[in-house]
């Protein structure tokens, strides 16, 4: 079967910025730079859903936004069906990601929204009936208020939305459930893996802190620890590559990233 998904050999440094009293003394010497990534490889089927786990730091959020175009890698390449190409990976991709400061804060929910969509190439009858789907989903009945004027539960809500709205092949989902009340969280679950994963052959992504949440809502699991990918595949593999055949998830998670 061929991949969806080919991350290849991909390595990410940061350069630390530059301290303010650095700039005092007119040093602009730059720090060591910091390896987020080195040298990740793995492929993904389609309709599966990958639970990417990993202590802080770990580099799940970069390796998502490499994923999305967001960021580029140092060295090694990402392929979307076969190709590495910018802009078809865009239109492909959604990305959900833990801290959202891209919305426009003065326009309602509803016009940013369509503001989106409009970036995205949807006509505007299509942007009503996707936004009209979407807010049902997440019980909004209250998009035309100002987005500053949301709780953080709601703007999390409208992020979700936003990377759904052009209907990607593969959903980039960072914490998803975070200040999530829980029947939102259940119905986001539901949506993604009942109507995205099983009746739209969907693939997602999920980075997420939360053992039981991967567990229960996904097919695959990779863990990352200090940049380095540790292991990859469903809990069974994993139990045997951690030579442990009654291992839990979290037993296995922390086996491969305390002490290494």
Known sequence: MRHILEVDRVTKDFTPPLSFSKLIKLDFKRGIPVRALEDVSFCLERGKILGVLGPNGAGKTTLLKIIATLLLPNKGAVFFNGSNLEEKIKMSVGLVAEEERSFYWRLTGRQNLEF?????GLDRKTAKSR??????????DYADKRFDSYSTGMKRRFALMRGL????ELLLLDEPTKSLDYATALNLRYFIKEILVKAQSKTVILATHHMDEALNFCDLFMILNKG????????????????????TLGEIFVKLTMGS
């Open 116 to 120: 989106f969509a409009a970036l995205y």
């Open 131 to 140: 936004i009209d789907e979407l807010s049902e989903l997440f019980a909004v």
């Open 165 to 168: 709205l052009h209907n990607p």
């Open 228 to 247: 380095k990918l540790r292991a990859m595949g469903t809990l069974e593999q994993l139990r045997k590559q951690t030579g442990n055949f009654t291992a």
